[in-house]
């Protein structure tokens, strides 16, 4: 059986993590011949997988648009391909084979509504590109999802039977041979493996250091993975840390391996408001890290037997305040 995997938006960070399971767990089956339709990751090809790369994709908007509706069904067709895996949340369109897709964006199914006003781009992902998720499950023969909280959302929203929708295991990439160890320096160190999005929400640790300040306690330590020149918001975020001397170091894009070195020295903190699964809460939860969690359907999730965590509301920083507090005071 000959079986296309599309997946073009992935660069980084957790689509890049999906794209390489699969490419792994594919690289396995020999019965099978795979071809991956990427734009920038470096994969190579092997004797059942063929890569095809469309590094022009990433140019615009108008670019990823014009892949999707004429590029990637001529693909189909040239190949003559026997099942479509879509891995970038909608179908291949004007095709009539099998197709698989994998749905990871959680903005659509979210509560929380992006205003066109604040923020324009994100209010096209969860509108604009919503509906296409929307259709694209609808039209799709077999739906992957990564929890139990989205595969509810899917069948809610879209009222599809629930045999359609299946959830896939999450595996961990890296090690997590390393337990965490309890120390002043480690109860005392704050991490947040995360990119520069809104909905990330690194505004409120950034909002609780302050108040922690005013408190008068400042032996302690938070690390961004960001650079601070990601975007308005961050880029706004590390003046005040600036400004104010706040003990937040942004360290910019680390290895798998370091991240989870951090999670053996340090309190994981992740307030993000929007996820489908928050990967280092499972990654965090096999090194038994202390945890400060957002109270949001996917960490609940994640999270539900582990008793090492402490739920904050996303939007309330006293709340987050107390936490840290709690931490810093008793290590």
Request: with cysteine; glycine share 2%.
């Amino acid at each position: 059986m000959r079986i296309m995997v599309f997946d073009v938006p992935a660069e980084s960070c957790g689509a890049l993590s999906v794209l390489n399971n699969f490419y792994n767990e594919y690289k396995k089956d020999t019965k099978n011949e795979y071809i991956f339709v990427i734009s920038t990751p470096e994969l190579q090809e092997t004797s059942n997988i063929k890569i095809l790369r469309f590094p022009w994709i990433k140019k615009s908007w108008v670019h990823r648009i014009y892949f999707d509706h004429f590029i990637a069904p001529k693909l189909v067709r040239k190949y003559k391909i026997d099942k479509v895996l879509s891995l970038q949340n909608t179908v291949i369109p004007h095709v009539k084979v099998y197709q698989s897709v994998f749905v990871h964006n959680a903005l659509p199914f979210s509560e929380y509504r992006f205003s066109i006003f604040n923020n324009r781009l994100l209010w096209i992902y969860q509108n604009i590109l919503g509906r296409s998720i929307f259709k694209s499950i609808k039209r799709a023969d077999h739906v992957f999802v990564q929890t139990n909280w989205m595969k509810q959302k899917c069948i809610e929203k879209l009222n599809d039977n629930d045999e359609k929708v299946e959830v896939m295991q999450i595996r961990i990439q890296g090690r997590a041979d390393k337990a965490f160890e309890s120390s002043k320096e480690s109860l005392s160190t704050f991490f947040y493996p995360a990119n520069g999005m809104p909905f990330k929400n690194h505004k409120l640790i950034v909002d609780a250091c302050m108040k922690l300040k005013e408190d008068g306690i400042n032996d302690y330590k938070v690390v961004f993975t960001l650079k601070g020149n990601e975007n308005k918001n961050v880029i706004k975020l590390y003046k005040q840390v600036c400004k104010n001397n706040l003990p937040v170091k942004f360290v910019g894009s680390i290895s798998r391996n370091e991240v989870h070195d951090f999670y053996s020295r340090s309190v994981l903190i992740f307030p993000s408001y929007i996820e489908t699964v928050g990967l280092p809460l499972l990654e965090a939860k096999s090194h038994r890290t202390p945890v400060i969690a957002s109270n949001s359907d996917y960490a609940r999730e994640i999270l539900d037997d582990y008793e090492n965590v402490h739920f904050v509301n996303s939007f309330d920083t006293f709340e987050l305040t107390k936490f840290m507090k709690s931490f810093i005071q008793n290590c």
